[in-house]
Nanobody, 125 residues
């Protein structure tokens, strides 16, 4: 059974950085692409970034381009979301999701097979 566990959330000031991690277990890491989503209070869950199972392909929503970087570490079976220059509007619960298959252009929740429990990020102005 595939399981995803996020960590790294916290309370920080605008302009600072955070690194989110998603630990994968219960399957073959190399078979899965991955996405990060977030859900702000009172809003729908939205796509943030995705990465292909090879790591060669990445995709970002416009609001985080140039500030966030998604990556994968095959040796540790983790995916990482490096978030720099954080803004109050980045405040949300961040979720990682895994997709069994190729590609990285999957931006809809229904494209993903497994989800983590979420980690909260609060950015204060």
């Amino acid at each position: 059974q595939v399981q995803l566990v996020e960590s790294g959330g916290g309370f920080i000031q605008a302009g600072e950085s955070l690194t989110l991690r998603c630990v994968f277990s219960g399957g073959a890491f190399s078979d899965y692409g991955m996405g990060w989503f977030r859900q702000a209070p009172g809003k729908k869950r939205e796509f943030v970034a995705s990465i292909s199972r090879s790591g060669a392909g990445t995709l970002y929503t416009d609001s985080v381009k140039g500030r966030f970087t998604i990556s994968r570490d095959s040796a540790k079976n983790i995916w990482v979301l490096q978030m720099n220059s954080l803004k109050p509007e980045d405040t949300a619960v961040y979720y990682c999701a895994a997709r069994d298959g190729g590609g990285y252009y999957w931006t809809e929740m229904r494209n993903y097979d497994y989800w983590g429990q979420g980690t909260r990020v609060t950015v204060s102005s």
